[in-house]
């Protein structure tokens, strides 16, 4: 992922309940995080030891669990805004999201999940906030942007 210009990671995502959606850039948002758990299965023994003979404990890394948090500005122009999200989330859609730049040679993440979270903010006087967590389903794909 280019890190070197943050601002142009933008978060995708579009109801898959009918398997045929194509994510749409998130309007309003404002930031988000990728996070990847590695459960991890240890295989120590009494007599697992460091170079040294000091007793160690060893792992071996095995199931992933990913989720993606987003915050956003509601955009009621943008192409998905704060209702649709909510929705999604109540409903327990499938959704297809892709987080990344569009630059050639940049790295995309993508996969499918749930809306597992939604918090919509309704301030007076003030711009509408949603703040979203997306649990991933299965794996995630990095593949990088050729054209």
Do not use: H, W
């Amino acid at each position: 992922m280019n890190t070197n210009n943050g601002n142009k990671i933008l978060i995708k995502l579009a109801d898959n309940a009918s398997g045929s959606g194509t994510p749409v850039v998130l309007a309003g948002q404002t930031s988000g995080s990728l996070s990847i758990q590695k459960e991890m299965l240890e295989y120590t023994s009494k007599t697992t030891v460091d170079g040294d003979g000091v007793p160690v404990r060893r792992y071996i890394p095995t199931r992933s669990t990913s989720s993606i948090s987003i915050t956003a500005l509601e955009d009621p122009t943008g192409t998905l805004v704060a209702s649709e999200i909510l929705e999604m989330c109540y409903k327990g859609v499938p959704v297809i999201f892709a987080v990344g730049d569009t630059a050639i040679g940049a790295v995309v993440v993508s996969g499918t999940g749930f809306l597992s979270q939604s918090d919509t903010s309704f301030d007076m006087d003030a711009v509408t906030t949603g703040n979203f967590t997306l649990q991933v389903d299965g794996g995630l794909t990095f593949d990088t942007v050729s054209s």
